[in-house]
C-alpha cells in the first residue's frame, strides 16, 4: 500500500501523519490518545507539572493500557485456548460416548439375534419334542393295534383250528362206526343167507364168517385205534396252538415293556423340553437386564448431552459477555472522546509529522 498522509487532532493541535495505515486507523488512534490526555488533564495537579513530566506520564500511561491490554488479550487467548482444549475434551467424550452407544448398539443387535436363535432352538425343541411326543404315541397306537390284531388273529386261527380238528375227529369217529355196523350187519345177513342154503356149509360158511366178522371187528376196532391216535394227533396240534397263543401273549408282553421303555424316552423328551424352557426364561431374563443396562446408559449418554449443553451455553454466556466487554469498553472510549471534541474546538496548525508504521500500530 503506498504511502500517505492523514490530518489528525491530538491535544487541540492538527498534525499531518504519513504511513501505510488507513485513515480510519489513524483517526481511531488519535481519538484513543486524545482521550487519554483529557483523562490525564483532568487530574488534579497534572498541569501543574513540567511538560516533560506531563508527555512522561501520558507515555506511561500509554504504556500501561498497552501491557494491561496486552494482559488482557493473553487472558483472552489462554481462556480461547481452555475453551478449545474444553470443546475438543467435549467433542473427544461425545466421540467416545458414541462409540461407547454403538458398542452397546451392537451388543444389543448380538443379544437380539442370540436371543431370536435361542427362540429358534427353543422353537425347534419344542416342535421336535412335540413330533417326537406325536410319532411315540402313533408307535404307541400302533403297536397296541398291531398287537391286538395279532391276539385276535390267533385267537381266531386257535378256535377254528380246534373246532376244525374236533368237527373232523368226530366225524371219522362216526364214519368208523357207521362202517363197523354196516360190515356186522352185511356180515350176519350173509351167514344167515348161507345157512338156509345149507346147513353143513352154513356153520362152515358160518365159523368162516364169524371169523372173517371177528377179523373185520378187529380192523373195524384197529381203524378205530387208528383214528384215535390222529384225534390224539390234532389234539396235540390244538395243544401247540395253545403254545402258539401263550407265546403270543409273551410277545403281547414284550410289547408293553417296550411301551413302557417308549413312555420313558417320551418322560425324557418332556424333561428336555422342561430344559429348553428354562434356558429360553434364562435368556429372556438376560435380554431384559441388557435393556435395563442399556435404559442406564441411555440415562448417562443424557446427563452426559445435557452437561455438554451447560457448558456449551456456559461457554456461549462467556464469549457474548467478553464481546459485551470489548463494545462497552468501545463506546466509553468512544464517548470520552466525542466529549472532549465537543468541549474545545480544533485549532488549525500547518505542519507536516511523519511516524513510523510501528508506532501507529500501538
Do not use: C
Amino acid at each position: 500500500m503506498a504511502k500517505q498522509y492523514i490530518d489528525v487532532l491530538i491535544d487541540g493541535k492538527v498534525y499531518s501523519l504519513g504511513g501505510s495505515e488507513t485513515e480510519g486507523y489513524v483517526q481511531q488512534i488519535a481519538t484513543y490518545l486524545n482521550g487519554k490526555i483529557f483523562q490525564l488533564k483532568a487530574q488534579p495537579g497534572f498541569l501543574k507539572m513540567p511538560e516533560d513530566y506531563q508527555s512522561i506520564m501520558t507515555y506511561l500511561n500509554l504504556a500501561d493500557d498497552y501491557f494491561k491490554e496486552k494482559e488482557s488479550a493473553k487472558a483472552l487467548a489462554s481462556d480461547k485456548e481452555s475453551m478449545e482444549k474444553e470443546t475438543y475434551r467435549l467433542k473427544h467424550e461425545m466421540v467416545s460416548t458414541q462409540m461407547k452407544l454403538e458398542s452397546l448398539r451392537n451388543e444389543r443387535t448380538v443379544s437380539e439375534e442370540e436371543l431370536e436363535t435361542a427362540k429358534k432352538a427353543a422353537k425347534e425343541a419344542a416342535e421336535q419334542a412335540e413330533a417326537a411326543k406325536n410319532e411315540i404315541q402313533a408307535q404307541i397306537e400302533r403297536v397296541k393295534k398291531e398287537a391286538q390284531e395279532q391276539i385276535e388273529a390267533v385267537k381266531k386261527t386257535a378256535q377254528e383250528q380246534v373246532e376244525s380238528a374236533r368237527k373232523e375227529a368226530q366225524e371219522q369217529i362216526e364214519r368208523a362206526k357207521r362202517e363197523v355196523q354196516d360190515r356186522v350187519e352185511s356180515a350176519e345177513k350173509a351167514a344167515q343167507d348161507r345157512a338156509a342154503r345149507a346147513e353143513q356149509t352154513a356153520r362152515e360158511q358160518a365159523e368162516a364168517a364169524k371169523k372173517e366178522a371177528l377179523e373185520q371187528i378187529a380192523d373195524a376196532k384197529k381203524e378205530a385205534n387208528d383214528f384215535r391216535g390222529e384225534a390224539e394227533v390234532w389234539k396235540q396240534e390244538a395243544e401247540d396252538q395253545h403254545l402258539a397263543v401263550e407265546s403270543s401273549q409273551s410277545e403281547i408282553a414284550s410289547l408293553q415293556d417296550k411301551l413302557e421303555i417308549l413312555k420313558q424316552q417320551l418322560e425324557e423328551a418332556r424333561q428336555a423340553a422342561t430344559a429348553v424352557q428354562t434356558e429360553k426364561s434364562q435368556l429372556e431374563a438376560r435380554l431384559m437386564q441388557t435393556e435395563q443396562e442399556k435404559q442406564s446408559v441411555k440415562e448417562q449418554l443424557s446427563q452426559l448431552e445435557q452437561e455438554k449443553q451447560t457448558i456449551k451455553k456456559d461457554l456461549e454466556e462467556s464469549l457474548q459477555e467478553a464481546g459485551a466487554a470489548r463494545e462497552e469498553l468501545a463506546a466509553v472510549r468512544q464517548a470520552q472522546v466525542e466529549a472532549y471534541m465537543k468541549r474545545k474546538p480544533f485549532p488549525k496548525r500547518q505542519g507536516t509529522v511523519e511516524l513510523k508504521d510501528a508506532i501507529l500500530r500501538l
